[in-house]
Every structure is written in C-alpha cells, then in structure tokens.
C-alpha cells in the first residue's frame, strides 16, 4: 500500500474549511429559497383564483344585469389560472405572462368593485362582506409574498454574480439570473401624478 504524501492529508483537512466560503452550499440553498418563495406567491395566487368564482356566485344573485362585468371576471381568471410559472421555467418571458394575466384578472375585479358600489343590498350581505375580507386578506398576503420572493432572488442573484461565489457558480452550477416582478407601465409611474382641485 502507497503512503499518502506528507502535503495531502493538511490538504483534505484544509479544503472544507477554504469551500465554505466560495457558495458550493450556498448557491443551491438559495436556489431552494427562491423555488419556496415562489410557490408561496403562487399559493397566494391560487386562494384569489379560488375565492373568485364564490365572490361572483354571491354577486349575481343580485346584480343580474351585469353579466358583462361578470363574465368578464370568470373570463380573467380563467386565463390567469391557466398561466402557470414553475421555478424551472420561471425567466423574464414567463414571468411578463404571468404578470400580464394577473394584471387583467386584477383589473376584472376592480371593475366588478365598481359594480358592488351600485348594490347596496349587496354591500350589506354577511357573504359578501366575508368574501371581500377573505380577497382583500389574500391580496395582502400576495404583496407578502411576493415580497419575500422579491428578497430571495435579490439574493440568489447576488450570490451567482459577485466573487467569489459567482466563480463556483460559473465553475459548477450555470445558474442564470432570476427574474424579479416589474411594474407593468414603468413609463407611466416614473410620471408625477397630476393633482387637480
């Protein structure tokens, strides 16, 4: 049997120490955070599609005549629930789609809003009123979530594009940017809004 040279054994003891810090652990941990994130906003997205159909069900009893509005809210979030993102393909063209198709669903819901406004029977229903907590709880828990999501790619994306980890990453992982959720009208929103009196 060989001896081992003298400079191989400090060597195997040292080498742990010195990968701690080069993101060999800790780039795919992170990977693992931004896949958790990102199922929980879409968990989060999934309660609001699942509160829709009974929000509309309790509506129509009483709004019979706007079935427009209506249709159009069962119409969104049917295309929103079929826009689904998993953290294997989640990318900058996945990621427009799905904002897209939230977008519109979000924008189905505040005019079917506009349409309660009008119904004060229905304003006053205890259903409604639960309903309309339980969606405007569950937007809340959205903008949590995709929050924490926000967090976890900023920091997945440093730790694969800043040295000494962005090395280890190049070396041994390819892992590519993340995509974080962007404003939809950016043009619009860097525009101070216009105050009239």
């Known amino acids: 049997m060989k001896k081992f040279p003298k400079i191989l054994i400090p060597t195997l003891l040292i080498l742990p120490l010195l990968t701690t810090g080069c993101g060999i652990q800790s780039i795919p941990q992170q990977a693992n955070e931004v896949e958790a994130s990102w199922s929980e906003v879409l968990n989060q997205y999934q309660r609001r599609a699942d509160l829709i159909p009974n929000l509309v069900e309790v509506v129509k009893g009483y709004a019979k005549h706007e079935q427009e509005t209506l249709e159009g809210v069962v119409q969104a979030r049917a295309q929103a629930t079929q826009v689904k993102i998993s953290p ?11 904002q ?34 339980q969606l405007e709880g ?18 997945f994306n440093n730790l694969i594009t800043v040295f000494p980890t962005s090395l280890t990453n ?28």
């Open 88 to 98: 294997e393909n989640l990318n900058e063209e996945s990621m427009k789609k799905f």
């Open 138 to 155: 569950t937007e809340n828990r959205i903008t949590v979530a995709r929050e924490r999501y926000i967090q976890q790619v900023k920091q």
């Open 170 to 197: 190049s070396l041994f992982f390819h892992n590519a940017k993340k995509p974080q959720f962007s404003v939809e009208n950016e043009t619009e929103v860097k525009k101070p809004p216009t105050v009239k009196f």
């Open 100 to 133: 897209a198709a939230q977008s519109q669903l979000g924008g189905a819901l505040s005019r079917l809003m506009v349409v309660v406004e009008k119904y004060p029977d229905l304003k006053a229903d205890q259903n409604f009123r639960d309903l309309q907590a």
